[in-house]
């Protein structure tokens, strides 16, 4: 069976624009934002509060947050690794945060410079400090279908660091195919091994083309929050071979055709992401956006 609705988390601001090379002005990123929101997208991850030289592409988050038009009835949550990066969040009025931690080990150490369980002690305090301030806490776990320096990563790794997330305070656990090798079975396979998939997302990347097929395999395990990128922007610095995100045209293209409600509109969303394209000098991956807009 499949949602009648789906909440579509779209990622471009964020996960799209930090791992272009250029650095996008904050001009061009308000714009971006605001177009996505008139297009009708009601999640709006918008920029990251880590290491300005981690991710010099979204150094501009203060200025960012500054220049952002809030709406009603569209959230702009934002990453925040760290109690440093909380600070500076609450400073600049966010609501909403999402930290993000590793399925492996190896990729906690590459992108967060801690262990396994030393991230945990790492967004313990941001937790418990965002939820008493009254914020909304999302959890992204990074590799839970493969990663680049262990290969596949088994299901019950995955389960058990999703709880540890869970248990810490997290409304929402994202699932992250960062380098987007993840096929339907094993989609499938780690789902199931959660039990209940009320708190669930997923989060593919589209490396060997998979996210699509992969998204209508969580659809029907009953997830219906998906995370996607306009035009298919995206990629992780610190994950080698990770390409851009499930874009957000194809997987709107995939629930029109489904019957799945989702509130946004494919034309204005497809000449948000054909402006883009102009804006980063080069053509957008995604299949639908190519197709419209040509
Ligand atoms: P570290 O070097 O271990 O930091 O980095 P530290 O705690 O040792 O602090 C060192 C210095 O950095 C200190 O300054 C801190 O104040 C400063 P000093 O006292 O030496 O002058 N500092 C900060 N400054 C500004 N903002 C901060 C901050 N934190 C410390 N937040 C750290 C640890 C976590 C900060 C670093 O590893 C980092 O920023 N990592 C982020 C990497 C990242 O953003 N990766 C991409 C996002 S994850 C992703 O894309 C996957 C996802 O899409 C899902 C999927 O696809 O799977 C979500
Ligand atoms: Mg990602």
Redo the contacts with the bound molecule.
């Keep these: 069976d499949l949602p009648e609705r789906v909440t579509i988390w779209e990622?471009g601001a964020r996960?799209g624009l930090q791992n272009e090379d250029t650095v996008v002005p904050v001009e061009t990123k308000l714009e971006f934002l605001d177009r996505l929101a008139d297009a009708g997208l009601s999640v709006l991850e918008a920029t990251s509060f880590v290491h300005p030289k981690w991710v010099p592409q979204l150094a501009d988050a203060e200025q960012l947050l500054a220049g952002l038009r809030q709406r009603d009835g569209v959230s702009y949550p934002v990453l925040v690794p760290n109690e440093r990066g909380l600070d500076r969040a609450l400073a600049a009025g966010v609501r909403h945060i999402a930290i993000f931690a590793s399925a492996t080990e190896t990729f906690a150490n590459r992108n967060l410079n801690r262990s396994l369980d030393e991230q945990f002690a790492m967004f313990d305090p941001v937790v418990t400090r965002a939820r008493a301030e009254g914020l909304d806490v999302r959890g992204y776990l990074?590799m839970c279908f493969g990663d680049p320096w262990e290969g596949p990563v088994a299901a019950e790794q995955v389960v058990k660091v999703g709880h540890r997330l869970l248990d810490m305070g997290c409304s929402q656990l994202s699932l992250?195919d960062?380098i987007g090798v993840a096929t339907p079975g094993q989609v499938e396979t780690v789902l199931d091994g959660f039990g209940s998939i009320d708190a669930l997302a997923v989060?593919f990347?589209d490396t060997y083309g998979q996210a699509l097929a992969n998204t209508l395999a969580a659809l029907r395990c009953g997830v219906s929050t998906v995370d996607s990128s306009a035009g298919g922007l995206?990629g992780?610095p610190y994950a080698e071979s990770?390409t851009g995100?499930l874009a957000t045209e194809d997987l709107v293209w995939m629930l029109d055709g489904l019957g799945v409600r989702h509130g946004v509109n494919l034309d204005a969303l497809a000449d948000t992401s054909a402006w883009m394209a102009e804006q980063l000098g080069r053509p957008s991956p995604s299949r639908v956006v190519r197709a419209l807009r040509g």
């Design positions: 990622v996960d990074s992250g960062t989060h990347h995206g992780c990770a995100n």
